[in-house]
């Protein structure tokens, strides 16, 4: 069981590494690769290296908070007390009976597809509203998003705007990769390899491995941010929210600008910050 255990937890950071590694690769091959031994002008050369290492550092910086950033669990008011446990292993009338007055004490507007208080078998609590269990992370999430294995987390209320931002930066990362790599990509077919060296097929792959991430990546980041405008997670997306009255996949939509500023924050000197805000 604790091998089994091992190997999960080494395959789930697969892609972690993964990612790491395209980071590693892309910093040699455009630094080195291209900066150093293909671009000639020295003030081209340096734009190039501030501007590269800029949106490195960032990708870097919310890559690790989204990484890092401990999921938002369920407050402990959400989880039956001894004595409500006792009595809801009663039987199940009992149970029910003790999950939706506890439920409506909580306020719990979010029910079950047969109109129940949303109640976790696994953690055995009642699930607080936008709130789901997730099987990888093996507890209920506030405001779950989804689970990313590129993260190795659940992307969810504590770090929903980390993740953003890192799709976001990345996104803007590659588009500059692959803008500023295009003419020496161009350049790479003319020249003499038995001169140059086969190092420069870096430059072949740097460019199109920046324009393959730069469309995946501006597609999720368009995804994410309609998602935000409605605020609206990815599972609410899927399926929607279920409430007294019935579903509602416009529940938690307050207006563009509320809903930005519910995962942004109030400062607009901290909204491109990985930094928490509420």
Not at 47 to 70: D, E, G, R
Not at 80 to 98: F, I, P, R, S, W
Not at 231 to 244: G, H, K, Q, Y
């Amino acid at each position: 069981m604790a091998f089994t255990v091992l190997c999960l937890t080494v395959v789930r950071w697969v892609p972690v590494v993964f990612v790491v590694l395209l980071f590693v690769w892309s910093t040699y091959a455009y630094i080195v690769q291209m900066c150093l031994y293909m671009v000639t002008d020295l003030v081209e050369r340096i734009f190039y290296i501030v501007i590269f290492s800029v949106l490195l550092f960032m990708c870097i910086w919310c890559f690790i908070k989204a990484i890092f950033t401990p999921t938002a669990g369920v407050p402990f008011q959400y989880f039956l007390t001894a004595d409500e446990k006792d009595q809801a292993e009663k039987g199940k009338a009992e149970c029910k009976e003790v999950v939706e007055n506890k439920g409506i004490k909580l306020r719990v507007q979010g029910r079950t597809v047969r109109g129940c208080v949303r109640f976790c078998e696994a953690c055995q609590c009642i699930k607080p509203d936008r709130t789901h269990h997730c099987s990888n992370c093996q507890k209920c999430v506030l405001k779950m998003d989804h689970h990313c294995p590129w993260i190795n987390n659940c992307v969810c209320y504590s770090n929903y705007k980390f993740f953003f931002l890192f799709l976001m930066y990345s996104f803007l990362f590659c588009l500059f990769i692959a803008a500023t790599s295009c003419q020496y990509f161009v350049k790479f077919w003319t020249m003499d390899l038995s001169i140059e060296g086969y190092g420069k097929f870096n430059i072949l792959f740097l460019f199109f491995v920046s324009i393959m991430f730069t469309i995946s990546l501006l597609t999720l980041h368009s995804y994410h941010s309609y998602l935000i405008t409605v605020n609206r997670t990815t599972l609410e997306s899927l399926r929607a929210p279920v409430f007294r009255s019935g579903p509602d996949k416009n529940a938690y939509n307050r207006g563009c600008r509320k809903n930005f500023i519910e995962v942004f924050g109030r400062s607009p000197l901290l909204w491109l910050l990985p930094v928490f805000t509420e």
